[in-house]
């Protein structure tokens, strides 16, 4: 039991995550991929849940990251939020980048708190310039108490709000020219919001800047039972036919690029998301530079 | 001056969002927006009621989901969370049980939650290795004087119900086996030596002793203070139950009796 506590980071490997397939790791995974040690690229968490002293979340997320380079996933920054950063939240997540050495550390473009109290939720915020202000501020402040850049993610959206005036990839390259932030795309988000919303999600997909996405989400959604014309991303189902084929659109123009598998809600046994994982590394695949091969 | 027009709408939807019981959606949002708003709400309030569940499953046995997640809406409008880890979500939900007359005829449902509190406490606390039980041997004398640093895991949980027997017919997965519960109160010892949780009953007298030592009493001091217990008080007994759990972490250095070690 103890073996854990004494281990060295030397134990393990590089930091770096590779642009192969990941996935969100789940407690009940964790005993099939340590001893299944299966060939996966990556492993994501959030890190709110490992701001505890100690104990088992923290032996295991230790035992994990001797094998596999780790992301940090953040959902409770609230980088959209018109007040300042937590200041205690900042110093949690910074320890557990210390503590974990992660190869990407992520957030989302969204706010989750107000008036100090927590609503565990990525709440909408109207694109405009002065939330670009805001939240640019804001991601400064996080980069900075982290001593690293960061990447933000596109969170879903289920009503349009009436004052956003900037588009949404507009919105998040100038976020990223401006920080020097990279952007998550998270596709499934992109398919769920543009159903929601009304909006194009191939055209979404196109104007996004390239050269600036550092990670790419998957995950599935369902129907909502009250209102047939809403999507749910709720993390609980196997990825979409559809979404494949936005995957597709996205990495024909970046290339590989890390991409992670989500599945929170109604999770399945291991094999099920490893499966997930293998169809997204063959798609990465086949946007691989094959070496000695001309293009 | 008045507040930007983000603050006003987040501190809109905010109150939308805390608002208890009702189906309120905040200002400027209407037709489909409005509607969907419940998702939000949703989320918040179903989202920290789950984290309620994971945390208190004993309590929501015993009191079925329905009542479990009503329970869990009036806690959370007068507890909002305020940490953004929610792991350690419920701190005060023990004390909001004793004063909530729906539950009352669960008349152990607070000390049950003020047990799994404890479990949780110690599941999440920092590692570290308890001390070993020989380390009292080379005290020798000194013992009576000893003063003792508390394991960051350990906790003692009393009760005037039999609530570890409670606690434990509702380990299986199914219902209770119907056994009778025995009479009386328990004590509870909750310590985590390595990665699991352990509980094991203490003797009123043993869990006075217990705290006490936990609160910084020197070993005499302890016991003269468990004096006024009415049983019987086996002084190696208890050090042998609280030693074995890994309750303490170290002797405190910091009131060694004799700490002028010969040759140094």
Known sequence: MRRTIDRTPNDRVAANIPDRAGVGLKAAHVDDILQQQPDLGWVEVHPE???????????????VRETYPLSLHGVALSLGGAERLDGDHLRALRQLVDRYEPGLVSEHLAWSARDGVYFADLLPLPLTTEALTQLSANIDEAQEALGRPILIENPSHYFTLPDSDIPEPAFLSEVAERTGCSLLVDVNNIFVSANNTGIDAEAYVDALPIDLIGEIHLAGHVRDQADEQLLLDNHGAAIADAVW??????????????????????????????????????????????????? | MNASPLSAFQSGFAAALAEHGGDAHP????????????????????????????????????????????????????????????????????????????AASVTYLPDMARLERARLEALHAADTVPLAPMRLAELGERLAETRFVGHPATRIVTSDFPILEIWQAHQSGTE???????????????????????????SSAEAAFGQNLLSGDDVVTAVDRVQGEEEVFDLTKAFGALLAAGAFAELDATHQPHTCIEGS
């Open chain 2, 27 to 102: 200002e400027g949002l209407d037709g489909p927006a409005a509607t969907r708003f419940r998702i939000h709400r949703n989320n918040y309030v179903h989202g920290l009621g789950q984290e309620l569940a994971a945390a208190y499953p004993v309590v929501r046995q015993l009191v079925g989901d329905d009542f479990f997640f009503a329970m869990a809406r009036d806690y959370l409008a007068g507890h909002a969370p305020r940490s953004r880890s929610l792991t350690l979500f419920g701190e005060d939900f023990p004390v909001f049980l004793r004063h909530f007359p729906p």
């Open chain 1, 49 to 63: 849940n490992y701001m505890v002293a100690g104990g088992p979340r923290h032996a295991m997320l230790e035992a």
């Open chain 1, 245 to 295: 084929t936005l995957f597709e659109r996205l990495i024909t123009r970046t290339g590989p690029r890390p991409t992670l598998i989500e599945w929170d809600t109604d999770i399945p046994a291991w094999p099920i998301l490893q499966a997930e994982a293998r169809k997204a590394e063959d798609r990465l695949s086949v946007f691989r530079p094959v070496q000695g091969t001309a293009q």
């Open chain 2, 176 to 202: 209770p086996t119907g056994r009778p519960i025995s009479a009386g109160g328990q004590s509870v010892l909750v310590t985590r030596p390595g990665l699991d949780v352990m509980v094991r009953p203490l």
